[in-house]
């Protein structure tokens, strides 16, 4: 990343902060916040799935995106450190809303979650073995996401395997929606969850073949070593 990235990064965070707390400001003084969430009984749960909805959305985004940075099918039309910017930044998103999905939990009347429900998988109150998932995947997006920044210190090699691991919270975020949101019952839903898989997969698979395609057959290797 050069210098001058660096610091249209930091202006960009730094505006961003201005403008959601001018916004926050100005909405608290309109008083729209004094319409507490317990004013609608159903609504904290709306909130629940709506941002669980747009959380995988982003967290698909962010997959197909990653894919495509690794497959090399983008690099000729966006530049690298602005692809990269983007795809650590859905990253965030997809988290930081994952987390607000997870806590609003503990302001629904039907349900009595804790904190510690919403940190330690499959110790809640609801179908505590999907929704566990979605805490397992929580924590593993989380351990992708920082390992960005850290790219440097531990490594390509380690930040490689560890990115690994976005399959695996993918795979789990899909199994948790799909036993544990109400929302699954509706063929929308489903159809957008099985098109997500289906291009992940496929993309996946079209990059493990140009890898293996890329790499040298075994008997050069050796020979090379004699
Ligand atoms: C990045 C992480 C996560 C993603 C992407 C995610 C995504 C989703 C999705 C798509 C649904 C279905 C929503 C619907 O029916 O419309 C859902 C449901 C649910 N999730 Fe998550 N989730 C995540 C983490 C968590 C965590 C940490 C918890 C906390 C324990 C949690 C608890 C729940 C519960 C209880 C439901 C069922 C809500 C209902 O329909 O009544 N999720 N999640």
Redesign the pocket.
């Known amino acids: 990343m050069t210098h001058s990235t660096r610091w249209a990064d930091r202006f960009m965070v730094v505006f961003s902060l201005v403008v959601i707390g001018l916004s926050a400001w100005s909405l608290s003084r309109s008083g729209v916040f004094d319409y507490t969430l317990h004013q609608d009984e159903k609504l904290v ?1 709306y909130l ?2 709506s941002s ?2 747009v ?2 959305v982003l ?1 698909l985004a962010s997959t197909i995106w990653g894919l495509f940075l690794s497959s090399q099918l983008v690099k000729d039309w966006s530049p690298g450190p602005i692809s990269l910017t983007l795809h650590g930044t859905i990253s965030w998103l ?2 930081l809303l ?2 607000g ?2 806590l609003l ?1 503990m302001f629904d009347d039907y349900f009595s979650y804790r904190l510690e ?2 940190l330690v998988p499959f110790t ?1 109150p ?1 179908r505590p073995e999907s ?1 566990g998932l ?2 397992t ?2 924590w593993l ?1 989380l351990a992708v996401t920082l390992s960005f920044p850290l790219r440097k210190r531990i490594g390509n090699q380690l930040w490689k395997r560890l990115h690994y691991l976005s399959y695996a919270a993918f795979g789990l ?1 899909t199994v ?2 799909l036993f ?5 019952e509706y063929t929308g ?1 489903r159809l957008l969850m099985s098109v997500g898989v289906v291009l992940v997969v496929l993309l996946l698979g079209m990059r493990l073949g140009k890898d293996q395609a890329q790499s040298p057959p075994q008997t050069a290797r050796k020979g090379a070593a004699r």
């Not at 544990?180 to 699954?184: E, I, L, V």
């Open positions: 749960w629940i799935r669980g909805l959380a995988y967290l997809a988290l994952g987390f999905h997870g939990l429900n919403i809640g609801y929704v979605g805490t995947a929580f997006i975020v948790h929606g544990a949101g109400t929302d699954a839903f």
